[in-house]
């Protein structure tokens, strides 16, 4: 018994030491090659990236990844280049930070900088970190996950303090490109003051997915939110549980278009002002694939356009923008807006639904008839506040100037207003919209 748990032992330890010499054969494409294929379009065409070095060993190998960015090419006056050393440790045992895990590599990223001196740009700066780690970690089913943990980093000068404390965050890459990527960031404490301002924020989550990080448009959502963000000057404020949703998911039953929502609010606010709680819930839906897509590449042109000539570059701008609101103008899209406010020691809700038929016959921005748009577009506008507060705010007067066109019910101020077939009813009472426009 006891030679056939020798042989076992000795059999684990010959395939752990000669393993690592096999997974090394493949470790470049397993690590640098996949990270650098993964890169979505928008990195790739923002950046310069390439791998300089590789060095193979039998249980571990480094490479280098070099970044240009033109931005900091400019702004060093020299280039200016983000060298990352990759310290590749080869599976199927990992010994990580985060204990042991099984995988094909696990690599300790160092990140350093040439062509840009600290002390150039900021003579009397300070940057010092504590416990920091940047690290990619590659599964045996090709799964990258790319993380950063940093205990503290803390960046100062005479007139300037920055400091975030217990930064955590990963990124996880499917092998195919078309399925979901995750990542999410977390820290604890951030504090930022120059004497005229400060900040401080505490709990900070982030998160988000994309399902398919080689489109320029995919379905993804995100998440950050936020316990407390509070500054003392200039403003003396306290913010409580703010937090924003963003979702981009198909239209149900259609490929052809998108419903895109987003969500911002804050659960509670304390300062001199009288707003006290804020919500506001937008939802866009049946919007056009392709029109997002030509959106991004609106905002991508702008964002890369040219300084050497500003006449091609915004004429080739106004191009685009043009098509972009050409397209707006022909697709059919809903919009919903939902505004919650805590105000003047009530609670307030506003909401505006605009749906639009579009124009599929448009030929051109010049050809925009605005009178068939009044007529084809509809639009619903509703209001619904505390009485007793409004009457001890600003708007007491505006209240008691409409009254007419408002409902008063239970200690409620309401308002109803929709345009539809070129009729205005507001509260019930239809006119037509000749009587206030020339269609």
């Given amino acids: 018994m006891k030679r056939k748990l020798l042989i076992i032992i000795a059999i684990l330890t010959v395939a752990l030491l000669v393993i690592p010499n096999f997974v090394g054969g493949g470790i470049q494409s397993a690590t640098v090659d996949s990270l650098l294929e993964r890169m979505s ?23 280098r990844i070099e970044v240009r960015l033109d931005e900091l090419d400019e702004l060093a006056g020299e280039p200016v280049t983000v060298l990352l050393d990759l310290d590749i440790r080869h599976g199927p045992l990992l010994f990580t930070p985060q204990g042991l895990r099984l995988g094909t590599a696990y690599a300790y990223i160092a990140p350093s900088v040439n062509g840009l001196a600290m002390e150039n740009l900021a003579p009397d700066a300070a940057v010092e ?16 996950e790319l993380g950063i943990n940093v205990d503290q980093l803390v960046a100062s000068s005479p007139e300037f303090r920055f400091s975030v404390a217990d930064i955590r965050g990963t990124s996880l890459i499917l092998p195919d490109l078309s399925s979901a990527a995750e990542a999410e960031f977390t820290t604890t404490t951030l504090t930022a003051t120059n004497g005229q301002f400060d900040l401080a924020m505490q709990n900070l989550l982030a998160s988000g997915s994309r399902s398919d990080v080689s489109r320029p448009v995919s379905l993804g959502e995100s998440t950050i939110f936020i316990s407390q963000l509070s500054s003392s000057a200039p403003l003396p404020l306290t913010l409580h549980s703010l937090r924003a949703d963003y979702r981009l998911s198909d239209s149900p039953g259609k490929t052809t278009t998108m419903d895109f929502s987003q969500n911002f609010s804050v659960g509670s606010i304390d300062w001199d002002m ?98 068939a748009a009044l007529n084809a577009v509809a639009i619903t506008l509703t209001f619904d506040g505390d009485q007793a507060a409004l009457m001890n705010s600003p708007f007491a007067q505006t209240v008691i100037d409409y009254q007419a066109m408002l409902e008063v019910d239970a200690g409620r101020v309401k308002a109803f207003v929709s345009l539809a077939n070129g009729e205005l009813n507001i509260n019930g009472d239809i006119l037509p919209l000749e009587q206030f426009v020339n269609l």
């Fill in 41 to 63: 379009a928008e990195t790739r065409a923002a950046l310069d990236i390439e791998q300089t070095q590789f060095e193979r060993g039998w249980f571990s190998s480094q490479a």
């Fill in 129 to 144: 970190t504590l416990e920091s780690l940047l690290y990619l970690y590659a599964g045996f089913d090709s799964t990258l």
């Fill in 274 to 371: 009288p707003i006290t709680s804020f919500d506001w819930q937008l939802q866009v839906s049946q919007l056009s694939r392709q029109l997002l897509e030509s959106y991004l590449q609106l905002a991508q042109e702008a964002s890369q356009a040219p300084t050497d000539d500003p006449a091609q570059s915004g004429a080739s701008l106004n191009y685009l923008s043009q098509g972009f609101i050409l397209g707006l103008a022909r697709e059919a899209f809903q919009l919903d807006n939902t505004l919650q406010l805590g105000a003047f020691d009530g609670t307030h809700s506003l909401t505006l639904d605009i749906n639009w038929p579009g124009l599929p016959d448009l030929a051109s921005i010049e050809a925009f008839d605005p009178g």
